[in-house]
């Protein structure tokens, strides 16, 4: 069974940074794309950040251009998503999620990120 | 990156067919038949329901269906369910620079 578990969400100060985890279970981690999606508050889904099961294609929405860093860790079986200067606007549950030929076909629970001070 | 424009909202009762737009441009919805749709509960993550405009993954029932026309693609949802009440988003693969981008959800009533 597939299984995507995150973590690392929680309160932070404006500027301040927090790394999220994904871990990854039920299918080989290696041969997949990987994706952050949020979702501020009472809002709709937003794409954030995409890296290719070599890491060899990294991209990002504009808005965290330059503050966020994708990565992952194939022998870990795990994503992460290292964020920076963070603003009162990245306040969301940020989901990982799966990638096929951009569609995601399997999510996590989410991790909720506040940013306030 | 702007986002696909969805109805904020549409309702149908049990039995009845409802269909959801997504209007994009030329350069997602219009250009790549990588157009996905997904259903999100209040406090659930989303759950894939439609790919590649028209393919249901496994588990989906057939009563749910996609198409597209130029710019705008559409969910069916037909036989409506009271479960099937939830938030629809539509999805676009939009190119290599912006890779993907959201409609801004669809918010359906079963009545």
């Known amino acids: 069974e597939v299984q995507l578990v995150e973590s690392g969400g929680g309160l932070v100060k404006p500027g301040g940074s927090l790394r999220l985890s994904c871990a990854a279970s039920?299918?080989?981690?290696?041969?997949?794309?990987m994706n952050w999606v949020r979702q501020a508050p009472g809002k709709g889904l937003e794409w954030v950040s995409s890296?290719?099961?070599?890491?060899?294609?990294?991209y990002y929405v504009d808005s965290v251009k330059g503050r966020f860093t994708i990565s992952r860790d194939n022998a870990k079986n795990s994503l992460y998503l290292q964020m920076n200067s963070l603003r009162a606007e990245d306040t969301a549950v940020y989901y990982c999620?799966?990638?096929?030929?951009?569609?995601?076909?399997?999510w996590g629970q989410g991790t909720l990120v506040t940013v306030s001070s | 990156q702007s986002a696909l424009t969805q109805p904020r909202s549409v309702s149908g009762s049990p039995g009845q067919s409802v269909t959801i737009s997504c209007t994009g441009t030329?350069?997602?919805?219009?250009?790549?038949?990588?157009v996905s749709w997904y259903q999100q509960h209040p406090g659930k993550a989303p759950k894939l329901m439609l790919y590649?405009?028209?393919k249901r993954p496994s588990g989906v029932p057939d009563r749910f269906s996609g198409s597209k026309s130029g710019n705008t693609a559409s969910l069916t949802i037909s036989g409506l369910q009271v479960e099937d009440e939830a938030d629809y988003y539509c999805?676009?693969?939009?190119?290599?620079?912006?890779?993907?981008?959201f409609g801004g959800g669809t918010k359906l009533t079963v009545l």
């Open positions: 590649d405009v028209t």
């Open positions: 999620a799966r990638d096929v030929s951009a569609h995601f076909d399997y």
């Open positions: 890296i290719s099961s070599s890491n060899t294609y990294i």
């Open positions: 039920g299918f080989t981690f290696s041969s997949y794309s």
């Open positions: 999805c676009s693969y939009a190119g290599s620079y912006t890779f993907v981008v």
């Open positions: 030329s350069s997602d919805v219009g250009g790549y038949n990588y």
